[in-house]
């Protein structure tokens, strides 16, 4: 890992931009039964914009380091109306990184920006001097030579900046992407994994927008900033064409401060089938998931016979105990239109999917307790000189989290849920996490595999972006 001074832009070739419109048809993918050229379209829904998806970059046969800018942009979120923002290698958001286990991915993140940022590799299992916290600035002008050691299971994860005092406003002007890991198992399962196409990707985030241009983010921002318009993908109103089959959606819950409560309207079923840690042993029938941000959901949707569908969303209230979602909070996410003219071979869900090796509780060897109230954790705030815990590697913690409304999030590792507010876990949430809202006190089992040293070490924090950069976060080792 270095960073290094780079004033000139750098020449990019092989790395395709992110976030401009691009259909993925891979007519090679048998799979996939591809349309003719007499066949025709389907007319997109009146009043609907395409859902952009962001490019992606596959490292798997890469031997080149990827080269990301971080950079300024200027969005259409409206079309023929710019907004500042902010993007990897584009515009707004950023590309989806295609990882693979057992690789070593060199990625070259180059700040173009003009201030300080870091890029933190969200669910990501790497040891603390690459895991982009804090620390690990990146100043105007110079480039942080990473190698990321992939390790860990087929996965849906992100990447976003993580600088003290400055997450929520880099974030909210854009600097988010994904990061996607496969593995043997996922490769093998028959499940829907042409991105773009059947495999979705879906970052879902809230504005303010005034005559179509988007409010740059409040000087001074302290409280939960919850904004009225959904953007996904940087798209407002959007729809996606998919094809007739299954249809896999990687939902990520990318708001400052926002949780919803996703389903599709009419209640109709779909299955889960991944938390953010990997798959679940087995998919789950749901009709709603609720989602705090940095959360992280899979689900396949069955348009083989639904034409079309609304993927809906509340507007969850900050303290969800004492408040149902209104109809006033209700919106649209996304409108999937079946086209009938692009079809995968239709099958069904596998019905194992992944097998945990799950934590026997006996073997627990250290019990650490954190609570989250009056903007701090365990009634301190947030000091970069000082280590508020240190864990050793390689054995079995139970975190005790009286988190409140607030989701909980820890770098480094995944965990499983032990127990939510006295009872177990649904089976939803049976799967590897990394981010956790209990909505009051849950317990959960966890190890650390990878060093954190003094100089860089992980970070625990509520993942509501303003609290974190205000304090509500605390530091520790792990050797």
Same mark, same amino acid.
């Given at each position: 890992?270095?960073?290094?001074?780079?004033i000139?832009?750098?020449?990019?070739?092989?790395?395709?931009?992110?976030?401009?419109?691009?259909?993925?048809?891979?007519?090679?993918?048998?799979?996939?039964?591809?349309?003719?050229?007499?066949?025709?379209?389907?007319?997109?829904?009146?009043?609907?914009?395409?859902?952009?998806?962001?490019?992606?970059?596959?490292?798997?046969?890469?031997?080149?380091p990827?080269?990301?800018?971080?950079?300024?942009?200027?969005?259409?979120?409206v079309?023929?109306?710019?907004?500042?923002?902010?993007?990897?290698?584009g515009?707004?958001?950023?590309?989806?990184?295609?990882?693979?286990?057992?690789?070593?991915?060199?990625?070259?993140?180059?700040?173009l920006?003009?201030?300080?940022?870091?890029?933190?590799?969200?669910?990501?299992?790497?040891? #603390? =001097? +690459?895991?982009?916290?804090p620390?690990?600035?990146?100043?105007?002008?110079?480039?942080w030579? $990473? %190698? !990321?050691?992939?390790?860990q299971?087929?996965?849906?994860?992100?990447y976003?900046?993580?600088?003290?005092?400055?997450?929520?406003?880099?974030?909210?002007?854009?600097?988010?992407?994904?990061?996607?890991?496969?593995?043997?198992?996922?490769?093998n399962?028959?499940?829907?994994?042409?991105?773009?196409?059947?495999?979705?990707?879906?970052?879902?985030?809230?504005?303010?927008?005034?005559?179509?241009?988007?409010?740059?983010?409040?000087?001074?921002?302290?409280?939960?900033?919850?904004?009225?318009?959904?953007?996904?993908?940087?798209?407002?109103?959007?729809?996606?064409q998919?094809?007739?089959?299954?249809?896999?959606?990687?939902?990520?819950?990318?708001?400052?401060?926002?949780?919803?409560?996703f389903?599709?309207? #009419? =209640? +109709?079923?779909?299955?889960?089938?991944?938390?953010?840690?990997?798959?679940?042993?087995?998919? $789950? %029938? !749901?009709?709603?998931?609720?989602?705090?941000?940095?959360?992280?959901?899979?689900?396949?949707?069955?348009?083989?016979?639904?034409?079309?569908?609304?993927?809906?969303?509340?507007?969850?209230p900050?303290?969800?105990?004492?408040?149902?979602?209104?109809?006033d909070?209700?919106?649209?996410?996304?409108?999937?239109?079946?086209?009938?003219?692009?079809?995968v071979?239709?099958?069904?869900?596998?019905?194992?999917?992944?097998?945990?090796?799950?934590?026997?509780?006996?073997?627990?060897?250290?019990?650490?307790?954190?609570?989250?109230?009056?903007?701090?954790?365990?009634?301190?705030?947030?000091?970069?000189?000082?280590?508020?815990?240190?864990?050793t590697?390689?054995?079995?913690?139970?975190?005790?989290?009286?988190? #409140?409304r607030?989701?909980?999030?820890?770098?480094?590792?995944?965990?499983?849920?032990?127990?939510?507010?006295?009872?177990?876990?649904?089976?939803?949430?049976?799967?590897?996490?990394?981010?956790?809202?209990?909505?009051g006190?849950?317990?959960?089992?966890?190890?650390?595999?990878?060093?954190?040293?003094?100089?860089?070490?992980?970070?625990?924090?509520?993942?509501?972006?303003?609290?974190?950069?205000?304090?509500?976060?605390g530091?520790?080792?792990?050797?």
């Amino acid at each position: 890992m270095m960073i290094k001074n780079k004033i000139t832009m750098l020449f990019i070739t092989g790395i395709i931009m992110a976030c401009n419109p691009k259909d993925v048809v891979t007519s090679d993918n048998p799979e996939i039964i591809n349309p003719t050229e007499t066949e025709g379209t389907i007319k997109p829904p009146n009043n609907l914009n395409k859902l952009l998806i962001p490019e992606l970059i596959d490292t798997r046969s890469r031997v080149t380091p990827v080269q990301i800018d971080i950079q300024e942009g200027n969005h259409e979120f409206v079309k023929g109306i710019k907004s500042q923002t902010k993007g990897f290698n584009g515009n707004y958001l950023g590309p989806t990184i295609l990882m693979r286990k057992g690789d070593d991915v060199k990625i070259n993140f180059t700040n173009l920006i003009g201030e300080s940022t870091t890029v933190h590799g969200h669910g990501l299992h790497v040891p #603390g =001097n +690459v895991d982009g916290g804090p620390q690990l600035q990146i100043r105007a002008g110079q480039t942080w030579d $990473v %190698t !990321l050691p992939i390790r860990q299971e087929a996965s849906t994860n992100w990447y976003h900046p993580h600088l003290m005092g400055k997450t929520a406003e880099h974030v909210h002007a854009g600097l988010a992407g994904l990061y996607l890991i496969e593995d043997d198992n996922s490769e093998n399962l028959n499940l829907p994994k042409t991105y773009g196409y059947d495999d979705i990707p879906i970052v879902v985030q809230d504005r303010t927008f005034v005559n179509g241009v988007m409010k740059n983010y409040p000087v001074g921002q302290k409280d939960d900033l919850r904004e009225p318009t959904l953007v996904i993908n940087g798209t407002i109103d959007p729809y996606v064409q998919v094809p007739k089959g299954n249809v896999r959606l990687r939902l990520l819950n990318g708001s400052n401060a926002r949780s919803y409560k996703f389903f599709i309207k #009419g =209640n +109709v079923p779909f299955e889960k089938i991944a938390t953010e840690g990997g798959f679940l042993e087995a998919p $789950v %029938t !749901l009709t709603s998931i609720v989602m705090a941000p940095g959360e992280r959901n899979e689900i396949i949707v069955d348009m083989s016979t639904n034409k079309d569908v609304e993927l809906m969303a509340y507007y969850l209230p900050k303290n969800l105990s004492k408040a149902n979602p209104n109809k006033d909070e209700l919106h649209r996410v996304l409108y999937l239109q079946r086209n009938k003219h692009l079809e995968v071979k239709n099958k069904s869900i596998p019905g194992s999917l992944n097998m945990i090796q799950r934590y026997n509780p006996s073997d627990v060897q250290n019990t650490r307790r954190f609570k989250i109230s009056n903007g701090k954790i365990n009634d301190v705030s947030m000091d970069m000189n000082v280590i508020n815990e240190r864990v050793t590697k390689g054995i079995l913690e139970k975190w005790i989290v009286n988190s #409140g409304r607030h989701p909980f999030h820890m770098h480094g590792v995944s965990f499983l849920i032990l127990s939510e507010n006295g009872g177990v876990p649904k089976p939803e949430n049976r799967g590897w996490k990394d981010t956790f809202m209990p909505n009051g006190k849950g317990e959960i089992l966890l190890r650390f595999d990878y060093e954190a040293p003094d100089e860089f070490p992980y970070m625990y924090h509520c993942h509501i972006l303003e609290h974190e950069d205000h304090g509500m976060m605390g530091q520790f080792t792990v050797k």
